[in-house]
């Protein structure tokens, strides 16, 4: 069977200019990133240092827990831009993708809401302060961070079988019955799934050690002293060192070990023959390295870990963008999305643009609300 007889063929018109989807998809998933990063890998590092760090790691993690329901609502409502305009403009391997693993996708609701009441019942003994935390909270606490691991891994899954239609016939053939999908196709098979799985965790933690700089320097007002911050900047300095070793193990695992010599030909081109996609595979790479090095050698001030903060979401974007332009790569065999018709309706767009201002207010503020809170270490402290 030609994978692409499985791409619906019928164009129905893009609401939107491909431009205007692409660009707010990725600046969509940019934003989403950096509460998803905290809730990827912060919420298990914060567990851990709670519960078995010592007095300042304690602090940290009593503080990320304790902001974690905020930062689950914020990054939950933030998914939803990438998500909306991925279905606008990419419905026709978005749904086909979601089908063959309907279940599993599925699951992730069922993951998702469990997940949210043990960050708050872990939160609210933090908040409490609790001498000695409930099992039952830790054990809470814990499964929350196995959940949504378990939605990276599903969210991965669905997206790169979006991205591999050349696997669809096999997924379909062997999870079908009578021509009908059953649903419970998994992506395993896919040589890119488990590399950018763990990609996506080394950048995580590279978000968590920048959040602990810009939490010590911007949102703890006079709540901890000075030895809690020279704690901070050596912790952030050993998380973000994981972090990128971690991504540089990862991202070299998926480029040359899981791309296909298509698609490395063509990130790897060179100016001289077209646009210079290799700027999008090298900038990715070596771009960790600018938050590192400030972190490193920049000085434990507010400026320096604002520029830190600052130069991770750099990091999140880049990475975003080069993401975006080898999906349309791997698609193109099969569905070229610049190909289709533009059917611009104006007044949505509009009103899509005046909605996501306000809400990036409404963020704002709920950070600013988080500023307020004057956190005191835990009582059981020694």
């Given at each position: 069977?030609?994978?692409?007889?499985?791409?619906?063929?019928?164009?129905?018109?893009?609401?939107?200019?491909?431009?205007?989807v692409?660009?707010?998809?990725?600046?969509?998933?940019?934003?989403?990133?950096?509460p998803?990063?905290?809730?990827?890998?912060?919420?298990?590092?914060?567990?851990?240092?709670?519960?078995?760090?010592?007095e300042?790691?304690?602090r940290?993690?009593?503080?990320?827990?304790?902001?974690?329901?905020?930062?689950?609502?914020?990054?939950?409502?933030?998914?939803?831009?990438?998500?909306?305009?991925?279905?606008?403009a990419?419905?026709?391997?978005f749904?086909?993708?979601?089908?063959?693993?309907a279940?599993?996708?599925?699951?992730?609701?069922?993951?998702?809401?469990?997940?949210?009441?043990?960050?708050y019942?872990?939160?609210?003994?933090?908040?409490?302060d609790?001498?000695e935390?409930?099992?039952?909270?830790?054990?809470?606490?814990?499964?929350?961070a196995?959940?949504?691991?378990?939605?990276?891994?599903?969210?991965v899954?669905?997206?790169?079988?979006?991205?591999?239609?050349?696997?669809?016939?096999?997924?379909?053939?062997?999870?079908?019955?009578?021509?009908?999908?059953?649903?419970?196709?998994?992506?395993?098979?896919?040589?890119t799934?488990?590399?950018r799985?763990?990609?996506?965790?080394?950048?995580?933690?590279?978000?968590?050690?920048?959040?602990?700089?810009?939490?010590?320097?911007?949102?703890?007002?006079n709540?901890?002293g000075?030895?809690?911050r020279?704690?901070?900047?050596?912790?952030?300095?050993?998380?973000?060192?994981?972090?990128?070793?971690?991504?540089?193990?990862?991202?070299?695992?998926?480029?040359?070990?899981s791309?296909?010599?298509?698609?490395?030909?063509?990130?790897?081109?060179?100016?001289?023959?077209?646009?210079?996609?290799?700027?999008?595979?090298?900038?990715?790479?070596?771009?960790?390295?600018?938050?590192?090095?400030?972190?490193?050698?920049?000085?434990?001030?507010?400026?320096?870990?604002?520029?830190?903060a600052?130069?991770?979401?750099?990091?999140?974007g880049?990475?975003?963008?080069?993401?975006?332009?080898?999906?349309?790569?791997?698609?193109?065999?099969?569905?070229?999305?610049?190909?289709?018709?533009v059917?611009?309706?104006?007044?949505?767009l509009?009103?899509?643009?005046?909605?996501?201002?306000?809400?990036?207010?409404?963020?704002?503020w709920?950070?600013a609300?988080?500023?307020?809170?004057?956190f005191?270490?835990?009582?059981?402290?020694?």
């Amino acid at each position: 069977m030609d994978p692409a007889m499985l791409v619906e063929r019928a164009a129905a018109g893009t609401p939107a200019p491909i431009w205007f989807v692409q660009l707010f998809k990725v600046l969509g998933f940019t934003l989403h990133a950096v509460p998803m990063n905290l809730w990827y890998a912060g919420l298990p590092v914060a567990l851990w240092l709670h519960l078995r760090g010592g007095e300042h790691g304690r602090r940290f993690g009593g503080r990320l827990l304790r902001q974690m329901p905020v930062i689950v609502a914020v990054g939950v409502n933030l998914g939803i831009v990438p998500l909306l305009f991925m279905q606008l403009a990419y419905y026709k391997v978005f749904y086909p993708a979601t089908i063959l693993m309907a279940w599993s996708w599925l699951a992730i609701i069922a993951l998702l809401i469990p997940a949210y009441y043990g960050v708050y019942a872990y939160a609210w003994g933090c908040k409490n302060d609790e001498k000695e935390m409930p099992f039952w909270r830790v054990a809470a606490g814990w499964c929350a961070a196995v959940f949504f691991l378990a939605i990276g891994f599903l969210f991965v899954n669905g997206f790169s079988l979006m991205d591999h239609v050349d696997r669809w016939p096999e997924l379909w053939r062997d999870h079908s019955m009578a021509g009908a999908a059953l649903g419970t196709a998994l992506n395993l098979g896919d040589a890119t799934l488990w590399p950018r799985w763990l990609l996506m965790l080394g950048l995580a933690l590279q978000t968590t050690a920048a959040w602990l700089l810009f939490d010590a320097e911007w949102l703890t007002g006079n709540s901890v002293g000075e030895d809690y911050r020279r704690w901070a900047w050596g912790f952030a300095k050993k998380l973000y060192t994981v972090g990128l070793l971690w991504f540089a193990a990862a991202g070299s695992w998926y480029v040359f070990g899981s791309w296909s010599a298509e698609l490395r030909d063509s990130m790897f081109s060179w100016p001289l023959m077209g646009w210079p996609l290799v700027a999008l595979t090298v900038l990715p790479a070596l771009s960790p390295g600018l938050p590192w090095l400030l972190i490193l050698f920049g000085g434990r001030t507010r400026a320096i870990a604002a520029l830190v903060a600052l130069g991770q979401f750099g990091v999140l974007g880049v990475n975003a963008v080069s993401r975006q332009v080898v999906q349309n790569l791997n698609l193109k065999p099969y569905w070229d999305v610049y190909s289709q018709p533009v059917d611009v309706q104006w007044g949505p767009l509009a009103m899509f643009l005046v909605v996501l201002v306000i809400g990036l207010g409404v963020v704002g503020w709920m950070i600013a609300q988080i500023r307020k809170c004057d956190f005191a270490p835990p009582s059981n402290v020694p």
